[in-house]
């Protein structure tokens, strides 16, 4: 062992046995360590380097060093080979055999707790070998066949890449996190939450943004924040401090932001912390009336911020009106007469928020909402052919045109909205009928030079000038 790299912490292997270990410490050092196992079951350790180690519990060779200075932070996906056996050297288990690296989020208990810790010590590049006792590894069950009952496991790591956590709903990559500091507890904030939080946002290197807040989540737009920092805040423990990589759609898009000189498209770091929060009621903690009390507060929060441009604000405020009243069944009928109004506006606001934030589809499905309450109503039929117009679905777009101005003929602005469809209908059977053209143009060209047909047992292949029999 002599010229490895040895590092140790206090958790998670050990030596057992009879084992006689001589290393080069990182200083340059000659380290011999003698492990032995006594009658009664324990361990002990003999160092020859005049110093101790006491109750040493655990250690990593390093077998090869990796590149760089950056390791794997808790929640990250790492992607490894390895290769293990019992300590008598029986082999179990190998990726390299199988040909396909094993992955799984560091920290999150996925793995035997020994590979949390030990891969947590790794960079990229390294190889390591892992000493696993038993309470780390498999414990007093094993894992039968292979591994029996207390059986230390020793495994060969090759670790070949790291990456952060997409907490994004659709995991399309445009909020990463990377823990620093896990925080306490299960419970995270949900919209509404009153949290407290220390951030600094920085744009290619330099710090734009360094503060101590306190705000309700849904209201940091008038803040100055981007989405994707409240969004990283719902998936946040308290006491977690977190690094998040925010690409432009969660930050500040492609206008950027001129008060604070951020270009458009720009990717943007945040690090957080949660000092506390306290999370709002959740629907099933209010009653019939208070769900109408805050519907009608919120409403009118989110009217506000509409009128001030703050359109993924408001859709927060309106979000929260359907998500308290949408199944609420316990009303009187006076009152589900009232729930019913606030639920058909909500829907009607968040199809317009969506379509000034250039997304017809979410805005479609709420129009869809409002028309099971109302099937008539005139703002969800024009907003519905607003977001299918924007879709490129023109057909589609100018039925439900044509469908407000058969109800409310004095709605002009339908009318042109039609005309507008009519154009682009025109356009685009124009485009196809000369892509189509072209297409059997070609096709035409080719059968005209060459064919075959098959004659009982002869293929008979005709040319332009030529006609050849193939037996």
Known sequence: MVGRTAKFSNTGWTYCQNLDVTFETAYGREININFSRNSSGGHSCSLHANCTIPQLKASVLVKQEGTGTELPMTGDKVFVHYVGTLLDGTPFDSSRERGEKFSFELGKGQVIKAWDLGVATMKVGEISQLICKPEYAYGTAGSPPKIPPNAILVFQVELFEFRGEDITEGEDGGIIRRIITKGEGYTKPNEGAAVEVCLEGSCEGKVFDKRELKFELGDGESLGLPSG??????????????????????????????????????????????????????????????????????????????????????????????????????????????????????????????????????????????????????????????????????????????RVIQLYPSNKAAKSQVALCQKQIKEQHEKDKRLYANMFQKFAERDAKRFTIQINDYRCVIGKNHVKLIV
């Open 229 to 402: 920092v409240e969004k990283a805040l719902t998936a946040m423990e308290q006491g977690e401090e977190s690094l998040f990589i925010i690409k432009p759609k969660y930050g500040y898009g492609n206008t950027g932001n001129s008060k604070y000189n951020i270009p458009g498209e720009a990717t943007l770091q945040y690090k957080l912390k949660l000092t506390t929060f306290e999370k709002a009621k959740e629907s099933w903690e209010m009653n019939s009336a208070e769900k109408l009390e805050q519907s009608i507060i919120v409403k009118e929060k989110g009217t506000q911020y509409f009128k001030e441009g703050k359109y993924r604000q408001a859709s927060v405020q309106y979000k929260r009106i359907v998500s308290w009243l949408e199944n609420e069944s316990s009303l009187p009928e006076g009152e589900e007469q009232k729930a019913q109004a606030l639920r058909l506006a909500a829907h009607l606001n968040l199809a317009m928020c969506f379509l000034k934030l250039q997304e017809p589809s979410s805005s479609f499905d709420n129009c869809d909402k409002a028309l099971e309450l109302d099937e008539t109503n005139e703002k969800a039929l024009f907003r519905r052919g607003e977001a299918l117009f924007a879709m490129k679905e023109f057909d589609r777009a100018r039925a439900d045109f044509q």
